[in-house]
């Protein structure tokens, strides 16, 4: 494979020149961002875009400007919780795609927003013998140009919904590398903790910086009269963190209503800051705040 040295000169292709550009580009917007959080865990489903979300409202309540980037391509969730429409039209000008904007004012971009029907699924090739690289490399494209194309203006945080997994983050750092932090979260099941341990070990050794762990569906709130119980056997993810020697962040019980939109179309912390649910979710994010402002 030829490297960029190689190419200088080749047939006018001014491939350093774009490849400058781009670099331009992307640092142009990052610049206008103060702190790039990404959430993420090494497990599936455990809360991480529903997180993603009502962090992000807890952040606007506190009067920060904020955007999601829904880092995850292939099961995006961010537009769905945010509800932004499938009928929304991405408007792109001369300062670039124009984020959406859901609830609360909060600024996303989104796979979502690029497929054509609620339905769609991401696929990006059509070719049944594609290889696991070639796949990887157009997925790595795309995140770059989400990142980069997108026109998010002055915001105080972008959160980054990671996807499950490890590996993802070494992308992120790659477009990103003043990354503030990442949250990890877990919930208490010893599966959970199993393989996120996993993931902060390799945070750790590629010197990726950790915010903190959060415990997610800790125990479960009756939403009729707030009364906890628990609700997975497995030992405290407090000594997870303990053992890791990273922030613990909180726990989050499991709460039916922290998925769903309030009657009135905001997202849960919103109208439920005052409910058992609400106030970890402001604990964590007070947290969050003083590790990285
Ligand atoms: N604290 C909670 N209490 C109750 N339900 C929760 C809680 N956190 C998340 N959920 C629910 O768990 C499910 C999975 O959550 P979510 O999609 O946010 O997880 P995820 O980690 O982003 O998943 P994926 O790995 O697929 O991206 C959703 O139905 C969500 O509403
Ligand atoms: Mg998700």
């Known amino acids: 494979m030829k490297t ?64 999601i980037l829904d880092a995850d391509l ?19 000008d001369d300062r670039g795609v124009q984020p959406g904007i859901g609830t609360h004012g909060i600024k996303l971009m989104s796979m ?23 796949v990887s490399t157009m997925e790595s494209t795309a995140l770059r140009e ?31 590398p003043e990354l503030a932090g990442v949250v990890e979260i877990s919930i208490p099941s010893l599966l959970s903790q199993h393989i996120v341990s996993k993931s902060i070990s390799k945070n750790n050794k590629m010197k990726v910086p950790i915010i903190g762990l959060i415990e997610n569906m800790a125990g479960y709130t009756c939403p009729h009269c707030e009364k906890e119980g628990p609700l997975f056997e497995g030992e405290n993810v407090e000594s997870l963190a303990k053992q890791k020697n990273i922030s613990y962040l909180g726990k989050i019980p499991f709460d039916t209503r922290i998925g769903r939109k309030t009657d009135s179309g905001s997202l849960y912390y919103m109208d ?16 969050i705040l003083e590790s990285t402002i």
């Open 74 to 92: 292939n099961g995006p969730s961010i537009c769905h919780l945010l509800g932004l429409k499938n009928s929304h039209k991405l408007i792109v």
């Open 112 to 134: 979502d927003m690029l497929l054509s029907s609620p339905d769609s699924p991401v696929m990006w090739t059509e070719e049944a013998d594609a290889t696991a690289v070639w």
């Open 272 to 287: 439920n800051k005052d409910s058992v649910t609400g106030k970890a979710i402001n604990s964590v994010v007070e947290k």
């Open 146 to 176: 989400l990142v980069a194309d997108t026109d998010w203006g002055d915001l105080d945080f972008l959160l980054i919904d990671m996807p499950p997994g490890s590996d993802r983050i070494d992308n992120i750092r790659s477009l990103i």
């Open 4 to 67: 960029y040295e190689d190419l200088a000169g080749d047939g006018g292709s001014n491939i350093i020149e774009q490849v400058e550009a781009l670099g331009k580009k992307l640092r142009s917007r990052l610049d206008r961002i103060k702190y790039k959080v990404a959430l993420m865990s090494g497990k599936g489903g455990v809360g991480k875009s529903s997180l993603t979300a009502n962090v992000a409202a807890c952040l606007v309540d506190k009067g920060y400007s904020v955007g």
